[in-house]
């Protein structure tokens, strides 16, 4: 991700495929930004357009985002993605486990919120 106005990079974000607790795999919209890019509207703004992308260009029917239970600004990028919490599951991170949320939005979803 790089800042429009001055040129800088301030983060990652983008899909990827990621495995569930349950072993199945999905594709994830992640963002990692720098810390003096949080709470400025970059995460939603990059998000919304890999959500986007990948309904679009890649056909895909759902998305989904990860985030740790503790993390509510991630969770809130998330929700603003339209997404919404549907399980939780503990990854085995860093060395230790820890519980995750899983939210996700359906391209069906996203149409009647259009509507």
Not at 3 to 11: A, L, N, R, V
Not at 15 to 41: M, S
Not at 91 to 106: A, C, E, I, N, T
Request: hydrophobic share 35%.
């Amino acid at each position: 991700m790089v800042e429009k106005s001055t040129g800088d990079m301030i983060g990652q974000c983008g899909i990827t495929w990621q495995l569930l607790g349950d072993g199945t795999r999905e594709p994830e919209v992640g963002y990692l930004l720098e810390k003096a890019a949080w709470h400025k509207g970059y995460a939603t703004e990059a998000a919304r357009a890999c959500r986007d992308y990948a309904f679009d260009t890649l056909g895909f029917e759902e998305v989904c985002s990860i985030v740790r239970v503790n993390n509510l600004p991630s969770q809130a990028v998330a929700r603003r993605n339209g997404m919404e919490v549907r399980g939780l599951f503990t990854k085995h991170y860093y060395g230790m486990d820890m519980p995750h949320l899983l939210f996700s939005v359906r391209r069906a979803d996203m149409r009647q919120d259009h509507k």
